[in-house]
């Protein structure tokens, strides 16, 4: 089944919105609260089909978990050691932040169990976290680098030391979720700031950690506490709605309880250097995450260098940001961004070939793209499968200058069920076909 968006041009988007929960946080919250002692209680949780991947992944492993129902989610937490062997293969679909994760979590099970995922999952790279679990004597077996990934169990971890070489939340939080079971401790140091969910859920379930410059370390055999979880709404989610304001003239749009974490806000960074109206509202904190409302109203865009510090900081958001980048005035340059290849598609590709597509000069380097504003055309664009690349050529249609298709749109509901009606309210003329 081709589910396509067609997406009509014009309109402007206002209003009160609330976007789904977190994803990154979302995850977490199932893999802690599955391994805490005592019932943890989740609100806000994402009902996409990434985190339902990694509730089900635990489930299979005889955790007792209720809901979702309307974001809440009950876990009875099984303690550190009271995982058992799944039945069958554990199945992922799309999601790379479950396999990444799960790899670490269950090199040092005392079962083997075998991750899979979809065709998109299938191609995705998976060294960069079994090199360094081999390191700490794991066992895995891959497809020349890819999934599936056969993990062997009953292997006693030792605790390493590891510089990152390239910036990834992912592999950090494989490494400290595998640095809990292990021997001594773990070490880890990043190139640059990346997110820091795992390190921040784990200080709130009572698990010590360490964090000095950009090292951070954890000693295996400590515990983790039960405790209650409020998943903020996804800044991820709530990038194409703050674009789509930025660039659609008469907006003025208000992101309810967003989470502004420092290591996720480069998005906001990015836009108010390119001249976008954004302003917080009604700071707070929730589980040792901050959150606040966005308001972003309409104003003018430039090009502009973006910074390389700022990658890490929005590297889920670059999609949404490249149509900003298409309807600014002169030209906007990213490099530092080779990560950006090897997300669910290869987004430097797939972006500036439908950019292209609709008129818009893009053209990719090996670590970014560089894009000159101009009018953006009509057209049909496709996807790849990829739920940021589809949400952000919806948003493109408020400045083109008639319809975009987008094609291959059914995995936007790994991360943004209900992003139709959601953007529908918000003033977005779409309409959603299945053939």
Known sequence: MNRKYIVHPGGQITGELRVPGDKSI???????????????????????????ATLAAFRAMGVHIIGPDKGK????????????????????????TSMRLLSGLLAAQNFDVTLTGDKSLSGRPMKRVTDPLALMGAEIDTNEGKPPLKIHGGKQLRGIDYDLPMASAQVKSCLLLAGMYAEGKTSVTEPAPTRDHTE???????????QQDSTVTIEGGAKLTATRIDVPADISS??????????????????????????????????????ADISLHN?????????????VKYAPLKGIQIPEDQVPLAIDEFPALFIAAACAEGE????????????ESDRIQVMADGL???????????????????????GEVDSHGDHRIAMSFAVAALQAGGSIQINDCANVATSFPGFVELA????????????
């Open 332 to 343: 906007t340059v990213l490099t530092g961004a080779e990560e950006l290849r090897v997300k």
């Open 73 to 96: 989610v009950t876990i009875h937490g099984v303690g550190m050691h009271g995982l058992k062997a799944p039945e069958a293969d554990l199945y992922l679909g799309n999601s790379g």
């Open 424 to 435: 529908s309210q918000a003033g977005l003329n779409i309409e959603e076909i299945d053939d």
């Open 283 to 295: 700071e707070a904190e929730t589980g040792g995450e901050p959150v606040a409302d966005i308001r």
């Open 356 to 378: 292209t597509t609709l008129g818009i000069d893009a053209r990719p380097t090996e670590d970014g793209i560089v894009i000159h504003g101009g009018v953006i055309g009509s």
């Open 238 to 275: 709530a990038t194409f709605f703050m674009v789509a304001a930025a660039i659609a003239p008469g907006s003025d749009v208000t992101l309810k309880h967003v989470g502004i974490n420092p290591t996720r806000i480069g998005v906001i960074n990015i836009l108010k250097q390119m001249g």
């Open 200 to 210: 921040r859920m784990l200080g709130g379930m009572g698990y010590p950690l360490q």
């Open 26 to 52: 979302s995850h977490r919250s199932i893999m802690l609260g599955a391994l805490a002692e005592g019932t943890t209680e989740v609100t806000g949780f994402l009902e996409g089909e990434d985190a339902l």
